[in-house]
């Protein structure tokens, strides 16, 4: 079983389904509504628990009730929760997530507050197969990239906007959003803004486009990876699940080429399903679809 420590965000998500996203200060009314756990590094660590993985998860919480709610659905999730420090005086992060009928998602985030920004404790975290962090709590996903050049393992960053620069330079592996490239590079062009990247910083680097699949650049080359044709119900979470199984497969040995694609068709599942990360798949389901859809 391959070991992951992932850093970064999680929350509880209130989420509302919608026939169309609000665009008025006016009152709406929900078609359904639900809680769920989320935020990109806890999503991502359910991912790799799921898919066969042991995920560590390292973040921050306040002692408060939401942070209590996070805690016990990590816990059913099979998350190793030892470098979750609650934050006594300390606001857990929580969201509202408005989901439209086509499965598109419109999110309002509260990032928490009263953590501070000390990160040198996770200078004690253990060896891992594989380091994961997103792009939010800064000094927290620089010390986790630092473990990772430690021990000479892969360093992945999920990379959202606003991107810190000096995230590049020491990761291994960046994932972008595709507004988390067109922010840090002032480019629209994906395969531009890509080898901007590319030509700047010696990260492997890649984007994950949504339904347009994703690019990465490969021995100085454009490579395209399509998406794969589901019935899309519900998109939430699918990017941090992506960023989960891709850092998994690294861990595993995979190439960058195979992890894409194992990490693609985690995703798509889950945007067959409503209800966040609890529509992520395991291992079976989703090796089974990569066959039927090679």
């Given at each position: 079983?391959?070991?992951?420590?992932?850093?970064?965000?999680?929350?509880?998500?209130?989420?509302?389904?919608?026939?169309?996203?609000?665009?008025?200060?006016?009152?709406?009314?929900a078609?359904?509504?639900?809680?769920?756990?989320?935020?990109?590094?806890?999503?991502?660590?359910?991912?790799?628990?799921?898919?066969?993985?042991?995920?560590?998860?390292?973040?921050?919480?306040?002692?408060?009730?939401?942070?209590?709610?996070?805690?016990?659905?990590?816990?059913?999730?099979?998350?190793?929760?030892?470098?979750?420090?609650?934050?006594?005086?300390?606001?857990?992060?929580?969201?509202?997530?408005?989901?439209?009928?086509?499965?598109?998602?419109?999110?309002?985030?509260?990032?928490?507050?009263?953590?501070?920004?000390d990160?040198?404790?996770?200078?004690?975290?253990?060896?891992?197969?594989?380091?994961?962090?997103?792009?939010?709590?800064?000094s927290?996903?620089?010390?986790?990239?630092?473990?990772?050049?430690?021990?000479?393992?892969?360093?992945?960053?999920?990379a959202?906007?606003?991107v810190?620069p000096?995230?590049?330079?020491?990761?291994?592996?960046?994932?972008?959003?595709?507004q988390?490239?067109?922010?840090?590079?002032?480019?629209?062009?994906?395969?531009?803004?890509?080898?901007?990247?590319?030509?700047?910083?010696?990260?492997?680097?890649?984007?994950?486009?949504?339904?347009?699949?994703?690019?990465?650049?490969?021995?100085?080359?454009?490579?395209?990876?399509?998406?794969?044709?589901?019935?899309?119900?519900?998109?939430?979470?699918?990017?941090?699940?992506?960023?989960?199984?891709?850092?998994?497969?690294?861990?595993?040995?995979?190439?960058?080429?195979?992890?894409?694609?194992?990490?693609?068709?985690a995703?798509?599942?889950?945007?067959?399903?409503?209800?966040?990360?609890?529509?992520?798949?395991?291992?079976?389901?989703?090796?089974?679809?990569?066959?039927?859809n090679?």
């Amino acid at each position: 079983m391959a070991n992951v420590l992932i850093t970064g965000m999680a929350v509880v998500d209130f989420v509302f389904l919608v026939d169309e996203m609000p665009t008025l200060p006016e009152k709406y009314r929900a078609n359904d509504a639900a809680i769920v756990g989320g935020g990109c590094a806890a999503n991502a660590s359910v991912a790799i628990a799921r898919l066969g993985g042991h995920a560590a998860l390292a973040t921050r919480l306040g002692s408060d009730q939401l942070g209590d709610l996070i805690v016990a659905d990590l816990i059913n999730e099979n998350v190793d929760l030892q470098f979750v420090q609650r934050i006594e005086g300390g606001r857990s992060a929580f969201s509202s997530i408005y989901i439209d009928k086509s499965g598109e998602r419109q999110i309002m985030n509260f990032r928490g507050t009263g953590f501070g920004d000390d990160a040198e404790w996770l200078q004690c975290a253990p060896k891992s197969d594989a380091y994961l962090t997103d792009s939010r709590w800064v000094s927290g996903a620089i010390e986790t990239m630092k473990l990772a050049q430690l021990h000479n393992v892969p360093g992945i960053v999920d990379a959202e906007h606003p991107v810190d620069p000096e995230l590049l330079k020491i990761a291994s592996h960046v994932a972008f959003s595709l507004q988390g490239l067109i922010g840090l590079t002032g480019e629209g062009d994906v395969a531009k803004a890509l080898h901007k990247v590319n030509d700047e910083f010696p990260c492997w680097v890649c984007v994950t486009d949504g339904a347009n699949g994703v690019y990465s650049i490969n021995a100085g080359q454009l490579e395209h990876f399509p998406a794969y044709t589901v019935t899309i119900k519900d998109t939430l979470a699918a990017g941090d699940i992506w960023h989960g199984a891709f850092a998994l497969s690294l861990a595993e040995g995979k190439s960058e080429g195979d992890a894409i694609k194992f990490a693609s068709a985690a995703a798509a599942l889950k945007c067959t399903v409503h209800g966040g990360r609890e529509g992520c798949p395991d291992r079976s389901t989703t090796e089974q679809f990569l066959k039927e859809n090679m």
